[in-house]
C-alpha cells in the first residue's frame, strides 16, 4: 500500500525550486525517468513543467498529456465534442502506450501536441532529444486508477500533484477560454460548469496517488 502523500504549502517559485530538487534526484539515477506533474485544470502545471524542462536543458523534455485529446473531428463524429476536457475524450490508453515506450527509448522521438489557437491536436509538435534523461509528463489525469489510465502511475518514477484552491481555478479558466476568442463568454462559462469544474473534483480524489501534494500559495 501506498504511503500518503507528503503535503506542502509553497508558493510558485518554492514549488518550482521543489519540481527542480526532484528532478535532480531523478537525473542523479542511471537511465531515463519520468517525473509526473498532475493536477486539476487550472492550476498551472504546464506553466511549472515547462519552467523546469526550461532550468533542466538539454536533460529534460516537456511530455504534455494534452497531445492525446482526441481529434475534433473524432469527438464531433462520436457526438461527443461537447464533453471534450473529460477523461473519455482523450487517447489514454495510448499515452499511456506513448509514455512507456518513450520511456524505454534511447533515441530521439517526437510527440504530439495542442494548439489553444485551434483547439485541436498537433502531430509531432514536441522534440523529445536522446539526451533528454528526464521526462517531465504533465496533465490531469496522471494518477487516476480507472481504465486505461491505471496504466500511467506505474510509469512514474516521482508524481508531484499540484493543488490550487476551486474558486481560483474557476478565475482562472474563465480568462483563459476567453484569452483566444474563439468562443462565447456564455458557451465558456457553460464549459467550465459543465466540464471543467467536474475534472477539477475528479482529479482532486486521485491526488492520494502522488508522492507530494503541493498547495500553491497564490491569489491569481
Same mark, same amino acid.
Do not use: C
Given at each position: ?15 518550482l525550486a521543489r519540481l527542480e530538487s526532484e528532478a535532480r534526484a531523478l537525473l542523479a539515477r542511471p ?11 487550472? =492550476? ?5 513543467? /515547462? $519552467?523546469?524542462?526550461?532550468? @533542466?536543458? *538539454?536533460?529534460?523534455? #516537456? +511530455? ?8 475534433q473531428a473524432k469527438l464531433d463524429a462520436l457526438g461527443t465534442a461537447a464533453d471534450k476536457g473529460m477523461q473519455h475524450t482523450f487517447e489514454g ?28 491536436? =498537433? ?5 523529445? /532529444? $536522446?539526451?533528454?534523461?528526464? @521526462?517531465? *509528463?504533465?496533465?490531469? #489525469? +496522471? ?64 491526488? /492520494? ?12
Amino acid at each position: 500500500m501506498q504511503d500518503a502523500p507528503q503535503v506542502l504549502s509553497l508558493t510558485s517559485a518554492d514549488a518550482l525550486a521543489r519540481l527542480e530538487s526532484e528532478a535532480r534526484a531523478l537525473l542523479a539515477r542511471p537511465g531515463r525517468h519520468v517525473l509526473g506533474i498532475a493536477g486539476g485544470p487550472g =492550476v498551472g502545471k504546464s506553466t511549472l513543467a /515547462t $519552467a523546469l524542462v526550461a532550468r @533542466l536543458g *538539454a536533460d529534460a523534455a #516537456y +511530455l504534455p498529456m494534452d497531445g492525446f485529446h482526441m481529434r475534433q473531428a473524432k469527438l464531433d463524429a462520436l457526438g461527443t465534442a461537447a464533453d471534450k476536457g473529460m477523461q473519455h475524450t482523450f487517447e489514454g490508453a495510448a499515452f499511456a502506450e506513448f509514455l512507456g515506450r518513450t520511456k524505454a527509448a534511447t533515441g530521439a522521438i517526437r510527440a504530439p501536441g495542442y494548439s489553444r489557437k485551434i483547439e485541436d491536436v =498537433v502531430d509531432d509538435a514536441i522534440e523529445i /532529444t $536522446a539526451t533528454a534523461r528526464l @521526462l517531465v *509528463a504533465e496533465g490531469n #489525469y +496522471l494518477l487516476l486508477s480507472s481504465s486505461p489510465w491505471w496504466a500511467v502511475r506505474p510509469l512514474l518514477d516521482r508524481a508531484v500533484f499540484i493543488e490550487v484552491p476551486r474558486e481560483l481555478v474557476e478565475a482562472r479558466l474563465m480568462k483563459r477560454h476567453a484569452e483566444e476568442g474563439l468562443f462565447t463568454e456564455a458557451r465558456n462559462r457553460a464549459h467550465i460548469a459543465r466540464v471543467d469544474l467536474p475534472n477539477y473534483d475528479l482529479v482532486m480524489r486521485s491526488k /492520494t496517488r502522488a508522492d507530494v501534494v503541493i498547495r500553491l500559495v497564490t491569489d491569481a
